[in-house]
């Protein structure tokens, strides 16, 4: 089979609905199946993923890590490419599958970032040519410090099944596993692309307490990344805590000294990392 689509869920039965509703609508000329990693959800998603001909499989609540859950998903899939897909994730137009797979025809390929519409400097920059990620022409501390938003994003991107038997991913980091993986992959001889004309929109929606978490979580796990792969922490360091007082609009709106304090919080976080 050329091509599996994994889609991890826990009670997003209606974001599945819409999800799997975009994925129908794709018109392909070569066969592709879908998986549905459920964790055990109680809501009716099991019934909505098996409505649109998914097979669906079960990750116990208790076994869950994101690179668990991908290494768990992807062991169920048969095709030469794995679509890694979000239950909030909405392909555009019915042409994405075909443009996907389309990417991996140079064999060196081994990733693919699809592009986000929200992020409007990738989107202008895939009306041109993707953007080739290569180990050979950076090292990787240097990809990690410059181009970690060209990074895999689980939410939306594929991989190369026989790439991944190779290079499982990390089971146990908190967050950022795909981006992890992608550094592996590079350093292993692989290419990833990204700005690729393969269009999504991602409609989850975060309410305060959730994006900060969010944050912090990510921007731990990237220090635990580059403390694995790169040498000079200093410079990174520095950038990360840059990037843990950044603010986002929902900050901005409260009173000063509550900002304040969300940013000293992140940054103690930051600083508390054996580095």
Request: charged share 30%; with cysteine; proline share 2%.
């Amino acid at each position: 089979m050329k091509l599996s689509i994994l889609i991890r869920n826990l009670n997003e039965a209606e974001a599945l609905r819409h999800a799997l509703k975009a994925v129908r609508r794709q018109k392909p000329a070569f066969d592709y199946e879908i998986i549905v990693l459920d964790n055990e959800s109680t809501d009716h998603s099991r019934e909505i993923a098996s409505e649109y001909g998914c097979i669906v499989k079960t990750l116990k609540r208790d076994e869950f890590t994101y690179g668990h859950a991908l290494n768990t998903g992807l062991s169920y899939t048969s095709g030469e490419i794995v679509l890694l897909l979000s239950s909030h994730s909405i392909l555009i137009n019915e042409h994405f599958l075909t443009n996907l797979v389309g990417y991996f025809e140079d064999p060196k390929v081994g990733a693919v970032r699809c592009t986000r519409l929200s992020n409007r400097k990738q989107l202008f920059a895939s009306f041109d040519q993707p953007v080739k990620v290569d180990a050979g022409k950076k090292e990787i501390g240097k990809i990690l410090r410059e181009d970690w938003d060209l990074l895999l994003y689980a939410t939306c991107s594929a991989i190369r099944r026989n790439v991944w038997e190779k290079i499982p991913f990390h089971k146990t980091i908190e967050s950022n596993e795909e981006k992890l993986w992608n550094l592996q992959m590079l350093k292993a001889g692989y290419q990833s692309l990204a700005m690729t004309s393969c269009y999504f929109m991602y409609v989850k929606d975060r309410d305060l307490r959730q994006s900060l978490n969010f944050d912090y979580v990510m921007t731990l796990s990237k220090a635990r990344i580059a403390k694995d792969t790169v040498t000079e922490f200093t410079s990174l360091k520095e950038q990360l805590i840059g990037a843990a007082m950044r603010p986002w609009n929902e900050i901005k709106k409260l009173p000063k000294r509550i900002r304040f304090a969300f940013k000293l919080h992140k940054i103690r976080k930051i600083e508390q990392i054996d580095w």
